[in-house]
DNA sequence: ATGGTAGGTAGCCTA
């Protein structure tokens, strides 16, 4: 199985991109954060015709995820146990951060973690507490074939991030954001990009600000957690950075793996 | 020169 996980920034912006390259990629499972719509305005005709089941969460413009499969999807969930809320004021809302479904054998989460904003922002808290609660569901499901992807608004290592002093980034790099990132770890999961493209300056996102693509200033934020049962499955991955290239891309590029049948 | 672009909607937006 091919499954596949990219922030689109938009999903009306980039249907037909997205679906372009699903078709080329020969992708089964897609895993998709940002798609910045609710259910009834999100492109479902071009996904079903090229073969594709569709789930999909969006409460309004902001974040969304939704999953594409050609392998089954079944028993979505719209949050996991104990997801936190957010609000600037008032109470707490569960944003439409996460999607779990089960497509052809494996638990699939499309995860889009707060940005974190500032150290000093209530985001930033709201975004070391997300990855926190997640890392305490993702550890009752360790032991069946799990999947945590998605954009995870973290540069684990120095060599993520063209540059640690980047002002849109200071809650990517801190300690405390790291530790939230590695934990999945220690919770029975393997980040698969890294085991097989271990390379530095290896990006998945450059911000359309400041001509960072150009420029080749990027951030490797995006990443495919997979549990043990799942790993050991893997045969390959790509980062699909030919996809940041051109009229109308996202900011993010595909991060794809290979996985065994079981 | 501490900005720059992009996608949303009309927000004192978010990324």
Known sequence: MRLATWNVNSIRARVDRVVDWLERSDTDVLAMQEIKCKPEQ?????????GYELA?????????????S?????????SFPEQPGFAKTGDPVVEARALGATAGGVRVWSLYVPNGRGLADPH??????????????????????TALVGDFNVA?????????????????????????????EDAGYAELSRRFIPAERTYTFWDYKALRFPKGEGMRIDFVYASAPLAERATGA?????????KGASDHVPVVVELADA
């Open 156 to 184: 684990p290592l120095a060599t993520d991030i063209w540059s640690e002093e980047d002002s849109e980034a200071v809650t990517h790099v801190t300690p405390e954001a790291r530790a939230a990132f590695h934990a999945f």
């Open 238 to 246: 790509t980062i699909v950075r030919d996809e940041r290239k051109g």
């Open 70 to 78: 050609r392998v089954g999807l079944t028993d979505v969930e719209t």
């Open 42 to 50: 999100f492109p479902r005709e071009a996904f079903e015709a090229a």
């Open 124 to 145: 930033y808290t709201y975004k070391l507490d997300f990855l926190a609660r997640l890392r305490e569901a993702a550890a009752t499901w360790a032991d069946t074939p």
């Open 56 to 68: 999909i969460h969006g409460l309004n413009q902001w974040n969304g995820v939704a999953i594409a």
